[in-house]
């Protein structure tokens, strides 16, 4: 029982298998959280095609394709975490888990910069603000950018959450053994690359659908 | 308690609040999830007999409208959410998966304490939706009556149900990975008892359907709180949606209820009928079959709600076909009883009486799959009366048979098997008396949700009601004799039943980390018909098994 977190295994080796299939299973479940969101934005999109077409150009393609690229970079930072884990550099892992941490908070700041700039051009159709839309059919315009802000902040709400157990992580980092490092590396390296697809479809889909 | 008498066993590692509350041992988790279900099982029921006594006359004497509106709601949003669907799983398959497969606890120990929390912390809000006001949606929170017309504590209610799904998921993961990755050496998948198999199958559906009922609740509350309009058509939206996903989680959900029912009957019935369970292999792959088929039934609850006649014909295909592995089940169930040298102990007369509910239960459900009569029968009594008959009839009465049958192994004790027998056909005839004549009614065209109705209707309601009072003495009764027993009940054996199963091999209550060798096993699951099983005990350390 020496060496594993929970009383249940015998080895770290088959605690780690353990908490890996447990992260499959996890984003197995997300999975269907967001899948349900992405349905309901699909099955919108074939009732109003042309509505959710035009409103989508009002969203800024350039804020959005610089954040693809910072959360594809955080994978590839996350995925050397990984890597070097597995080497037992340790220092290093901490390196690069910090620049996976910095790289998402980047995404969410530039994520906070296009909210402030879409609610002050009157396309946030919440808390009662007010909704200055332009283009043609603008009750499905609504619908869309309503749709937009509760895809992109489920999202952005995941990051924070990625953001928040590296961070724990790094805190508890002197204190764990070399097992449970690697184990927690690989779990979170997990739910991070995880996240990152979602974004990875989420962005095509509203950003870039029949542009 | 007095458990301190007990050296040894789990329940004597120390009884202060801290002792249960901060525990991670699988064993105590389960009874504090014992401890608050039972709380909400009797608030809800508390309701229920509200209702019955309001429906005793045809006016509206006791309650106004509007109370009776949240009565039936919050009825339906504890009775489901914060009883039905953790219940087994939660308090039985918490304390007894581990003990089944011979593990030292649960793969995620602190998760599942974890899991507990979040549960009370989710209650929390339901509770305080109650106190407050109480919701009218109704246990469904449809859509628009949810997002623009409802003027109770709508958004607190579904954040509530909201962070219990965590709960749920949470509880769904670690029983997966635990079935995967804690096995003991020889027990390979089809050795398993059913009663693994079905935590097995109700845990991906929690793991699976859970987030979309999420998804669901989180635009209800976007909508009423930050005015998203997804399920408005003034702003553009579509209130069908909800009932779409919506059912998308609930449909798979009465599985997540029933199937670990299932479970505790597959294994209570060759238990007392000394007989192994009939075609072994069927039952346990007609619990994953209806697990995978329960998600694409969802349709038959909008049959009449203006989706297109297509989708109607082939959900209701698909509702008959999820029927199947349910009547494979119940056949087996028989089969087994046949030859057998039964005896009627309190766990066994359960078992029996679920038998015989949730077959009616289920045939009724043929009734609501069939197009046309579910156009009839759509939103009375008879579909009351259905979901009435698995849930209370089956689910429930499963629970009673399970925590009886398992009774002296989670306490040391046995309880008093006069009173449970009584208590076990107070129950059946009392049910019985309450939900067959909404059968009647329902089919009849009494409508469900108002709190009058026409005098003719009357003798049905009277009848229902009275038997609603017989129900509840029936759920009261194990209530006392269960905590009598804890006290001075007689010391249970390590085998009362002489079951198979490895949860008997080891003592009564278990040790803190449940086996003091850890078990190896030589030999399929229930096999009663292995001579002079009765008078083997278990070794553990079988040399010839650990190869």
Not at chain 1, 52 to 72: D, E, R
Not at chain 2, 13 to 18: D, K, T
Not at chain 2, 360 to 369: D, P, Y
Request: glycine letters at 8%; proline letters at 6%; aromatic letters at 16%.
């Amino acid at each position: 029982m020496s060496g594993t977190e929970s009383v249940a295994f015998d080895t770290p080796r088959r605690e780690r298998r353990a908490d890996n299939f447990a992260m499959w299973v996890f984003i197995g479940s997300e999975a269907m959280l967001f899948g349900a969101i992405f349905l309901v934005f699909l099955v919108a999109h074939i009732d109003f095609g042309p509505a959710f077409a035009a409103a989508s150009k009002h969203l800024s393609l350039p804020l959005g394709t610089f954040n693809t690229a910072v959360l594809i970079t955080s994978s590839f930072t996350m995925a050397s975490a990984h890597r070097l884990a597995l080497h037992r550099r340790w220092r290093a892992t901490i390196w690069a888990l910090a620049a996976t941490t910095a790289l998402g908070a980047c995404f969410l700041v530039v994520k906070g910069i296009e909210y402030g700039k879409e609610i002050s051009e009157g396309l946030a159709p919440l808390l009662g603000l007010p909704f200055r839309y332009a283009g043609p059919d603008p009750v499905h315009a609504e619908f869309f950018f309503g749709l937009y802000f509760t895809m992109t902040s489920l999202h952005a709400l995941h990051l924070i959450g990625g953001i928040v157990v590296i961070a724990g992580m790094i805190a508890l980092w002197r204190t764990a053994s070399p097992a449970n490092r690697l184990r927690r590396v690989v779990a979170v390296g997990l739910y991070w690359h995880f996240v990152d697809i979602i974004w990875v479809f989420m962005f095509p889909v509203l950003y870039l659908i029949n542009r | 308690m007095s458990h301190a008498a007990m050296p040894g066993t789990y329940l004597a590692e120390g009884s202060g609040p801290r002792a249960w509350l901060l525990t991670t041992d699988h064993k105590r988790v389960a009874w504090l999830y014992l401890a608050s279900l039972t709380a909400f099982f009797f608030l809800g029921g508390a309701m229920a007999v509200l209702m019955r006594i309001e429906l005793a006359t045809p006016a509206g004497d006791l309650v106004s409208d509007d109370t009776y509106n949240r009565l039936f709601s919050l009825h339906g949003i504890i009775m489901v959410w914060f009883f039905l669907v953790p219940s087994i799983p939660a308090t039985l398959g918490n304390f007894l998966l581990p003990l089944m497969i011979g593990a030292r606890d649960l793969a995620f120990p602190r998760l599942n304490l974890a899991s507990w929390y979040v549960f009370i912390f989710g209650s929390l809000f339901a509770l305080f939706a109650v106190v407050a006001g109480g919701v009218d949606t109704g246990w469904t929170f449809y859509t628009p009556l949810s997002t623009l017309y409802a003027n109770g504590f709508v958004s607190t209610a579904a954040f509530g149900v909201f962070i219990v799904g965590f709960s749920t998921i949470m509880t769904g993961i670690n029983f997966i990975v635990t079935v995967h990755t804690l096995r003991a050496p020889g027990l390979t998948w089809f050795r398993l008892p059913i009663f693994v198999w079905t935590l097995y199958a109700t845990s991906l559906v929690m793991v699976l359907a859970t987030p979309v009922l999420a998804a669901s609740l989180i635009l209800i509350v976007l909508e009423r709180v930050f005015g998203i309009g997804i399920f408005n058509p003034d702003l553009g939206g579509d209130p069908l949606l909800f009932q779409h996903l919506f059912w998308f989680y609930s449909h798979p959900a009465v599985y997540i209820m029933i199937l670990p029912g299932m479970g505790v009957v597959s294994e209570v019935l060759p238990c007392f009928s000394r007989r192994p369970l009939f075609g072994y292999k069927a039952v346990a792959m007609s619990s994953m079959a209806i697990a995978v088929f329960g998600f694409l039934v969802w349709g038959h609850h909008m049959f009449v709600s203006g989706q297109s006649a297509y989708a109607g014909v082939v959900f209701s295909f698909l509702s008959f076909c999820v029927a199947i592995p349910s009547a494979i089940k119940v056949f087996n169930w028989s089969l087994t009883l046949r030859k057998g040298e039964i005896s009627f102990e309190a766990p066994m007369l359960y078992a029996l009486f679920f038998l015989g509910l949730f077959t009616f239960g289920g045939l009724a459900g043929l009734f609501l799959a069939a197009l046309a009569v579910d156009v009839h029968v759509h939103d009375t009594y008879f579909v009351i009366a259905h979901f009435h008959y698995i849930m209370v009839g089956g689910m429930v009465t499963a629970y009673m048979a399970g925590l009886h049958f398992w009774w002296p192994k989670m306490t040391g004790r046995l309880y008093s098997e006069t009173s449970a027998r009584i208590a076990a056909t107070v129950t059946f005839v009392g049910f019985n008396l309450t939900f067959f004549p909404q059968y009647v009614l329902g089919f009849n065209g009494m409508p469900r949700r108002y709190h009058t109705y026409p005098p003719e209707f009357q003798f049905w309601n009277v009848l229902s009601s009275a038997g609603a009072v017989v129900l509840a003495i029936g759920y009261l009764m194990p209530l006392f004799y269960l905590i009598w027993s804890l006290f001075r009940g007689a010391r249970a054996p390590d085998n009362p039943w002489n079951a198979t199963g490895l949860e008997w091999q080891t003592s009564s209550p278990p040790p803190p980390h449940n086996f003091e060798t850890m078990p190896v096993v030589t030999r399929p699951a229930y096999a009663y018909d292995m001579k002079g099983l009765e008078h083997e005990r278990f070794s553990p350390h079988r040399e010839e098994a650990a190869q």
